[in-house]
């Protein structure tokens, strides 16, 4: 069973703190993706990785920063939570495959709120 | 324009109905189209690939039209259990080369006893 597990379910931030959020699969997948989701907004990717030490911007990368030093592991860093960060961040992994076919597996989510 | 889009619903139908999604997305080099299932407060899971030929399981039917760029999802004879958010997922290119997944924002179904 392909596993996926993110360090938190809940998480309670003041403004300015750094955050940190790590996900964990078992799978040995080369790709990790970083996303959050919310009401009317959907899923929005925010980082990805390829590879160890690889990463790439999603589509909303500002304030947020990442770190994959293992292949199992990958860590979302806001350097400085701000309210508006407030969110459901949900991790996935995938095979590699250079046409994109491959299903993705996510862990349960961490709900992030900013006061 | 978003580059997948959905209607949000909700879709409110009884049991034993058919109902049908579409989706439509606006990058006509996407390859590979899926249909994922998310439950209130869990994390989405992949219902089914769309392949170009269309595919079927069991009661699900997914169906793509590339010439209109839109995939479809048809839910046969509906359950309780049916009732959830569908995400329609298309890939796009990366600036790597490698790809990544774009996201509808979510068809939700509630199947009324």
């Known amino acids: 069973d392909v596993k996926v597990t993110q360090s938190s379910r809940y998480l309670v931030k003041r403004t300015g703190e750094k955050v940190f959020l790590e996900c964990v699969q078992d799978?040995?997948?080369?790709?990790m993706f970083w996303y959050r989701q919310d009401p009317g907004l959907g899923l929005r990717l925010i980082y990805f990785?390829?590879?160890?030490?690889?990463?790439e911007k999603g589509d909303i990368p500002e304030g947020y920063s990442v770190s994959r030093e293992k292949k199992e592991r990958f860590s979302l860093i806001l350097e400085s939570a701000s309210t508006n960060q407030t969110s459901m961040y949900l991790c996935?992994?995938?095979?590699?495959?250079?046409?994109?076919?491959?299903?993705?597996?996510f862990g349960p989510g961490t709900r992030l709120t900013v006061l | 324009r978003k580059e997948v889009e959905q209607d949000p619903g909700p879709f409110n139908v009884p049991e034993g109905a058919t109902v049908a999604f579409n989706c439509t997305y606006s990058?006509?080099?996407?390859?590979?189209f899926f249909w994922y299932r998310q439950d209130c407060r869990k994390e989405p899971k992949l219902l089914m690939s769309?392949?170009?030929s269309g595919n079927e399981d069991g009661r699900f039917t997914a169906q793509l039209n590339r010439a209109s760029q839109y995939i479809s999802l048809l839910i046969r004879d509906s359950k309780l259990s049916d009732s959830a958010t569908y995400l329609c997922?298309?890939?796009?290119?990366?600036?790597?080369?490698?790809?990544?997944?774009?996201f509808g924002t979510g068809t939700r179904l509630k199947v009324l006893a």
């Open positions: 996935a992994s995938s095979l590699l495959d250079n046409r994109g076919y491959n299903e993705q597996f």
């Open positions: 769309v392949y170009s």
């Open positions: 990058n006509s080099a996407s390859q590979s």
């Open positions: 997922v298309v890939n796009g290119r990366a600036t790597s080369g490698t790809y990544k997944y774009i």
């Open positions: 990785s390829y590879d160890v030490k690889m990463k």
């Open positions: 799978m040995d997948h080369e790709n």
